[in-house]
């Protein structure tokens, strides 16, 4: 696993045409080169890049327009013309060199491009998915598993070793509460055919009796404490069976989702380590007693941070605790560069704590931790609960997109060969990239037309849009190729801003991945498909003139790999006909 080191090709790219124009200023102007700011223009028939003049002003105590012509005239760029405009210089990439850079890169490239080696030597351990047992993996879970799974590939292509760690909810009171339900009313559900739903069942049954039978709370706690004492006895072989149903249900989504970690690591797992971790803390001499508990208190790491409680009264350990554990496991393992936690924005509090204790305990690798938070999932009908049942199954969800990509497709392309197959990958597309669209941190609201829609910003739009390039790759197989056709990027001239696009992904993915923000590769491509597609529309690809097909195929080419490229990223399929 993350094994993509490349190197870089000698031909340039957009960052090279970048780093050459401020080589050049930098000469001209006596700044240091990472001092000057090269930027979009705002208005793109001005140039491709802009340097604005103001900084310099004081320095050279001169206006900025002045500034402007007089950079302008010293200025000598290979393949990049110069033009002052107010206190701006514009830059514009000669449109056969920006052409051919950029295509022959991609063409080299091919599936590695957007990526690069920066990362390597480095490791990123992610935390992600982390449903609970016998809870159905809901859909702020798929929140999880699909974000961390996109932040893992991102990480993957620029080098990164990546840890991706389920940190299986397996642990906690409420096992015990499960546990005395199915030894109570095990028998009145389908618990091996299916498990997720039975174990809900009975979760939903338990609390609901609970308020009417006392004895139902005395023998879960009775319970929790055996599975707590390490007895290898009933409760614990219940739990673990429970443990093993639900992982396998989880597999299957999982599977269809193509996602993949290197441990499945439970709460569990790290109960052995409980006791050194403590101890550790408590070494740092940070611990307090407090009521019989075991505290940390925060409140002079954030303003009235509660405490992070470490044990209770009882002796019994909390999630947090649990969550400490795994963290120095993990960096006495890993000894990580970053660790990301892909968990819901309802935990903010939670992993602020965990960082202010390392911050207490005076760890200097405290800032490599990010709390990766997002937004809710929420059905138009409302928030989801699994106390009270209410949820929507995962795969419920996915087959029912699903189905109606398969409804779509019918309609559209009756004669698709492997219709099912499409629409599997379509319709899972479709609820992956909705919820990778928006930033993350904002909630998502799950509106059936709009998940699913083949135009506006939805996946299958980018599907299709990756299609109708294969399609005319496809078309261009059939005619016969004739040699004397060459490509000729000087006829690429309209489709300038198409391929500086293009050129820019490798910073897409970059900053994608260092942000944690899967949304900046959908949002770019959304962009590239829309730009793409009104190029298509106004430039036949398939024409008489040999030289200017073959160069708009080059394009074709290009194109569709950098989307096919990002949709992989986010963990969605490119199917070739749709
Ligand atoms: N199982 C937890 C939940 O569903 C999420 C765990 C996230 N990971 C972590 N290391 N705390 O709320």
Redesign the pocket.
């Known amino acids: 696993m993350g094994e993509l080191g490349l190197k870089r090709p000698a031909e340039p790219d957009m960052q090279e045409f970048i780093e050459r124009i401020r080589r050049a200023i930098a000469l001209e102007t006596g700044l240091a080169q990472d001092e000057v700011k090269v930027e979009h223009p705002r208005d793109s028939s001005l140039g491709d890049f802009a340097f604005p003049c103001f900084p310099l002003a004081k320095k050279l105590r001169k206006a900025p327009p002045a500034i402007a012509q007089d950079l302008v005239a010293g200025l000598a760029i290979e393949e990049v013309s110069a033009e002052a405009a107010g206190p701006y210089v514009n830059f514009r990439i000669d449109r056969a060199a920006l052409a051919r850079s950029v295509l022959e890169r991609i063409e080299a490239e091919g599936a590695r491009y957007g990526g690069s080696d920066e990362g390597a030597g480095k490791t990123v351990v992610i935390?992600m998915s982390?449903?609970?047992i016998a809870k159905p993996m809901h859909v702020?879970?798929l929140r999880?598993t699909i974000i961390g799974a996109a932040l893992q590939r991102l990480h993957e292509s620029l080098g990164y070793r990546t840890v991706a760690i389920n940190?299986?909810?397996d642990w906690g009171s409420q096992f015990g509460k499960l546990v005395t339900a199915v030894r109570r009313w095990g028998d009145t559900v389908e618990l091996e055919s299916e498990p997720i739903r039975s174990l809900l069942a009975l979760y939903v049954r338990y609390h609901e009796e609970e308020e009417s039978d006392p004895t139902l709370a005395e023998e879960a706690s009775l319970a929790f404490q055996e599975l707590e004492s390490g007895e290898e006895g009933e409760v614990r072989s219940i739990w673990r069976h429970l443990t093993e149903l639900s992982l396998e249900e989880f597999d299957k989504i999982y599977g269809r989702l193509g996602v993949t970690f290197d441990y499945v690591r439970g709460?569990a797992f790290y109960e052995p380590y409980l006791d050194q971790t403590v101890e550790r803390i408590r070494a740092s001499g940070i611990t307090e007693e407090s009521q019989g508990a075991l505290i940390v208190s925060l409140e002079e790491v954030g303003d009235n941070m509660p405490p992070c409680l470490l044990r209770k009264t009882d002796g019994t350990t909390l999630?947090a605790t649990r969550?400490l554990a795994?963290l120095f496991h993990r960096w006495d393992e890993f000894a990580f560069d970053r660790a990301l936690?892909v968990?819901?924005s309802e935990?903010r509090l939670?992993?602020r704590q965990l960082k202010a204790v390392l911050t207490r305990m005076g760890l200097e690798w405290e800032p490599r931790i990010q709390h990766v938070d997002f937004g809710m999932l929420r059905l138009p009908e409302g928030k989801l609960s699994t106390r009270k049942g209410q949820v929507i199954f995962l795969d419920e969800l996915l087959d029912k997109a699903v189905a109606e990509a398969r409804r779509i497709i019918a309609e559209k392309n009756p004669d698709l060969g492997e219709a099912d197959e499409v629409a599997e990958q379509v319709g899972v597309g479709a609820v992956v990239f909705h919820d990778l669209k928006k930033e993350r941190v904002k909630d998502v609201v799950f509106e059936w037309k709009e998940v699913l829609s083949f135009e506006g910003e939805t996946g299958p739009y980018v599907q299709y849009s990756h299609a109708r390039m294969a399609s005319i790759l496809r078309k261009a197989a059939e005619r016969a190729p004739d040699p004397a056709a060459r490509v000729d990027y000087a006829l690429l001239e309209e489709a300038a801003p198409l391929l500086i696009r293009m050129g820019r992904f490798p910073q897409v993915v970059r900053s994608a991945a260092e942000e944690g923000e899967p949304s900046t590769i959908s949002q770019y491509l959304l962009e590239l498909c829309r730009e793409l597609n009104s190029w298509y529309v106004q430039n036949k690809v398939l024409g008489e003139d040999l030289s200017l097909t073959a160069s708009r195929l080059a394009l074709v080419r290009g194109a569709k790999i950098v989307i096919s490229n990002g949709l992989r990223f986010l963990g969605v399929a490119a199917p070739e006909e749709m």
């Open positions: 935390d982390s449903p609970n702020g879970h999880s940190h299986i909810g709460e999630y969550d795994a936690y968990v819901g935990q939670h992993f």
